[in-house]
């Protein structure tokens, strides 16, 4: 009997030594397992630095080489930044006119500086307003708008320091376009553990066309993709942090090297975690903004928890799903929904502070006249119940939204950029507004916003690049680009019969670049390749950052107003659905 138990359990275990494991079944995909290394280096891997080669061959010392390293995390990033700053606010003010939605954003923003609400402008209150230098009266009649205020803050915050002029009202969309390159360039460096990588997702960014003309327009789009980008970037921070954290309270062996411990890691308490709170108040701030901030809010908070997750498998706990739900899952929540929620609603203090008798905002005084009575009213004061009438009533207008406009686009041709949205145009004569005397014909003036093309069809590969490297690689950069990029995009697709346009997606452009960025890492070849695996790589790479950058060239007049000849114009409409 022993012997023939003995021989069933050999016999099974062999099985069980012979069937593959999930890792090597994937294999056949392009699976690797990452190599046995210090736990330490596993939790926070260190930033790439250049080989010894480099430097001998500029003829540099070692301490120059460490200085160059030390300075060159925010070093380069302010370089990319100076550069991308000074295309942003190259003639800001042109073209001296309210274009596109600025005709409610721009006005908006100074009502509520000055009212504390949105009102009611006059038909000619664009005309007034450019023809006196901003000096109009605002009025006092409350006008129902569909956003929320934060955004519209911001964009009167320029205006509150430079004037209700065209320069004013973009100054903030500038500053915050401007500081969205910084922060990519860092959460890019963070993300890849190279400084280099890092500086190029900015650079992309600094050069692609839809984030650059929403830089320069007083829209809400690219203000919410800067609090998104924002709270990205402190969710990203705080990984590493409690990471690091981890990895301090792990055992150390005799040969100096950290080892993973089941104990340690499933009750390890990783702290208040400041970053976390930051994110709660960024996308709040989105939220404020937007509402489809909500989204990235959702998606963030999972995406946090796996990461916490996965921070503690790496650890050594065997249960690591149950040590989160105990240690992490609450926190998590109350450092990002409650503040997100709070921040939301603080930023609705002008229309809960203005007059309920029927002179402050829209529907301020609901609650004292149509939504008086009720059981249970009593319950809730009323600039909440008049502020829950009024956000379901906005509600109803956001899904219900149909009206047909010409520049409106379904969310299957963004990525390909099918229909761009004419901000602005103008058809001024030879020798009039910049058209050269000897144009032979009238001029076009166009502000188009339009992403470089080539940039985002090279993009179209990264992302199938990205989903491929966090499905077979289960590389955690690439699952958190996707995040984004999921967050800012699919969401759409529920709403293929409302109007929307191709601007909203610039919310998930930082996404695109970092995902753009990470296969042009992969061009240039992982680490240990090859002196012509290298030269190969470098190549492709940089014939492609430099399509781009010419690419960008090319569609500058369109970005900027500058008027030029009509066949120029008409040259650069690659697609019959750019007219």
Not at 211 to 216: D, E, I, Q, T, Y
Not at 347 to 362: E, F, H, V
Not at 367 to 390: I, M
Request: proline share 6%; with cysteine; charged share 15%.
């Amino acid at each position: 009997m022993t012997s023939t138990a003995s021989s069933t359990d050999t016999r099974q275990g062999q099985a069980a030594e012979q069937r593959p494991s999930w890792q090597q079944r994937l294999r056949r995909f392009g699976y690797t397992a990452p190599p046995r290394s210090d736990v330490r280096d596993r939790l926070v891997p260190p930033y790439a630095e250049p080989g010894p080669r480099i430097w001998a061959s500029l003829g540099l010392g070692r301490e120059v080489a460490d200085r160059f390293n030390r300075w060159s995390g925010w070093g380069g990033p302010l370089l990319v930044t100076l550069f991308a700053g000074l295309l942003r606010f190259w003639n800001l003010g042109s073209p001296k006119a309210v274009i596109f939605d600025e005709t409610y954003y721009a006005k908006d923003a100074w009502a509520l500086i000055h009212r504390g609400y949105e009102v009611n402008w006059s038909k000619d209150a664009n005309d007034l307003i450019l023809q006196g230098g901003g000096n109009v009266r605002v009025p006092t009649d409350a006008a129902y708008v569909v956003h929320p205020p934060v955004g519209k803050y911001v964009i009167g915050l320029g205006e509150w320091m430079f004037g209700f002029n065209p320069f004013g009202w973009r100054f903030m969309t500038a500053v915050l376009g401007t500081l969205s390159v910084l922060l990519l360039c860092r959460i890019g460096r963070r993300l890849f553990r190279s400084t280099f990588l890092g500086c190029l997702a900015g650079l992309l960014m600094a050069v692609d066309g839809l984030h650059f003309v929403m830089s320069r327009t007083s829209l809400l789009d690219g203000v919410l993709m800067f609090f998104v980008l924002a709270a990205f970037g402190a969710l990203v921070v705080d990984r590493d942090r409690a990471r690091a954290r981890l990895a301090a309270a792990l055992p150390v062996g005799a040969d100096g090297a950290v080892r993973p411990d089941a104990h340690v890691a499933e009750t390890t308490r990783l702290g208040r975690r400041p970053w976390r709170w930051t994110a709660g108040l960024m996308l709040g701030l989105a939220l404020g903004t937007k509402w489809n901030g909500l989204y990235f809010l959702a998606a963030f908070c999972v995406m946090t928890v796996l990461w916490d997750v996965a921070s503690r498998r790496v650890a050594g706990a065997r249960r690591p799903y149950l040590a989160v739900l105990k240690h992490d899952v609450g926190w998590a929540f109350l450092s990002t929904v409650p503040v997100a929620v709070y921040v939301y609603l603080v930023s609705w203090t002008g229309w809960i502070l203005s007059p309920d008798n029927g002179k402050g905002g829209y529907f301020r005084n609901w609650a004292a006249t149509d939504g008086k009575g009720g059981n249970w009213t009593w319950l809730f004061p009323d600039w909440w119940r008049s502020l829950w009438h009024y956000e379901h009533e906005v509600y109803k207008f956001h899904v219900g939204l149909s009206s047909p406009h010409t520049y409106q686009s379904n969310p299957w041709s963004w990525l390909v950029q099918g229909r761009p949205v004419s901000y602005f145009y103008e058809s001024p004569l030879p020798g009039k507004d910049g058209c050269p005397a000897d144009a032979g014909d009238k001029c076009a003036r166009e502000v188009l916003a339009l992403g470089t093309p080539l940039l985002w069809w090279a993009a179209c590969f990264a992302i199938l690049y990205v989903l491929w490297r966090w499905a077979f690689r289960r590389d955690w950069r690439a699952g958190a680009v996707a995040c984004g990029v999921v967050a800012g995009y699919l969401p759409w697709f529920l709403y293929q019969e409302r109007t929307i346009f191709i601007f909203y997606a610039v919310v998930f452009v930082p996404f695109l670049c970092l995902a753009l960025t990470m296969m042009i890492g992969a061009i240039l070849g992982p680490p240990g390749s090859s002196e012509r695996r290298r030269v190969v790589g470098a190549a492709g790479a940089g014939v492609l950052v430099l399509l781009i950058a010419w690419n960008f060239i090319y569609f500058w007049p369109l970005y900027t107003g500058q008027a030029i000849p009509i066949d120029q114009w008409r040259s650069r409409m690659w697609l019959d659905t750019w007219v």
